[in-house]
């Protein structure tokens, strides 16, 4: 028989695999790993990220903060976007973006796969 144990999520993200498996996996420095299928994390952020901005064009992004406040960019919009606790947005397929800290801030993302890529900070 299977056991439920728990995933701490400050240290993992979960895969989501095209054909609905689930994992657990830790997370390292550096740019994300790629799966084809989806992957759920919890961010802790004090910081933007050491990035100029990112893309994934396998499907939307969704962004939800628990804590904080964020402001997101997109290259082909002309206003940006300010989300509090409790709030969430869906960045479209194949669209830059940019999330800026305003506040330390938590947030969940379901990020697509397997691509993706990101630009350097200018």
Known sequence: ???LEPIDMR????DVTKDWSISARATRPGP????DGVTFGVATMTRDAPHGGEV????????????????????????????SPGQACI?????????????????????PG????????T
């Open 32 to 35: 994300p790993v790629r799966i």
């Open 1 to 3: 028989m299977k056991k």
């Open 91 to 111: 960045v479209p397929c194949g669209e830059w973006h940019r999330v800026h800290l305003l506040e330390p801030t938590q947030l969940v993302h379901i990020t």
């Open 11 to 14: 240290k993992h993200v979960i």
């Open 56 to 83: 994934h064009p396998d499907g939307d992004e969704i962004l939800y903060v628990v804590s904080g406040k964020v402001r997101i960019s997109c290259d082909s919009m002309t206003e940006d976007l300010t989300l």
């Open 114 to 121: 397997p691509r993706g890529d990101h630009r350097l900070a």
